[in-house]
């Protein structure tokens, strides 16, 4: 991780649970067979257990939230063996405001860091870049969607994909976020990645591209294990 717990500044704590609305990117992947970005970031008690069928990266980006508006760039890349079974985990996690990174630690257990994020919206599509102390992590060029809006709704998730699980501190957390909105087809145009900050993904093959919109979600107090 890029900051520690001992680093952390001093906010407000905000308990889950959490109602947020936003709009976000996703992109469905598949890694090649023993690509490092499958294991990267990921707690070495777990990275023998990573399975997948399809990887996802995603962009959010929250206008509302108990910690105020915020953006985030994300990767899972597939489920993990935990106590109960196999659950999707996030592996990197980026946010842009340390309220969102100490909250989403404590809460979740989720293993956020803050970086710096520029967006930009133009006609033909979106442009991502995310950066830490000047060092650029990611590169995502994203063109306008297009075609049919479709209903989105996380309870046609089968359970043991919905319910997420983070190893961090010696303690597991179990959440299952539930969120509705829509979504249209897009295309990646470009990426681009630094390994040391950020899985590499350049060698993946992309399945699908969406942008999700006028999302609402709602992320639970999460069940806590050790």
């Not at 469905?28 to 996802?56: I, N, Y």
């Not at 079974?85 to 842009?96: A, K, N, Q």
């Not at 145009?189 to 609402?216: G, H, K, M, N, Y």
């Amino acid at each position: 991780m890029l900051q520690s717990n001992e680093s952390l500044p001093d906010v407000p704590r905000l308990p889950a649970p959490w109602s947020l609305r936003g709009h976000a990117w996703m992109v469905a992947l598949r890694l090649p067979a023993g690509d490092p970005a499958r294991t990267a970031f990921v707690p070495a008690d777990l990275r023998a257990t990573v399975k997948s069928a399809f990887s996802v990266l995603m962009c959010v980006v929250y206008d509302e939230a108990p910690c105020g508006p915020y953006r985030e760039l994300l990767f899972i890349p597939g489920t993990m063996h935990f106590g109960d079974g196999r659950h999707p985990s996030i592996s990197r996690i980026l946010v842009s405001t340390w309220d969102s990174v100490v909250n989403g630690r404590i809460n979740w257990g989720i293993p956020k860091d803050r970086a710096d994020f520029d967006w930009t919206r133009g006609e033909s599509g979106d442009h991502w870049r995310v950066s830490s102390d000047g060092k650029e992590l990611c590169v995502l060029d994203f063109t306008a969607p297009t075609g049919v809006r479709l209903p989105l709704r996380s309870s046609w998730m089968p359970r043991g994909l919905g319910t997420l699980a983070q190893r961090q501190d010696g303690r597991t957390c179990y959440y299952r976020p539930e969120a509705t909105g829509s979504l249209r087809l897009c295309r990646l145009r470009q990426w681009r990645f630094d390994p040391e900050l950020f899985p590499d993904l350049s060698r993946a093959t992309v399945l699908a591209t969406a942008r999700i919109e006028a999302f609402r979600m709602v992320f639970p107090v999460a069940r806590v294990v050790g």
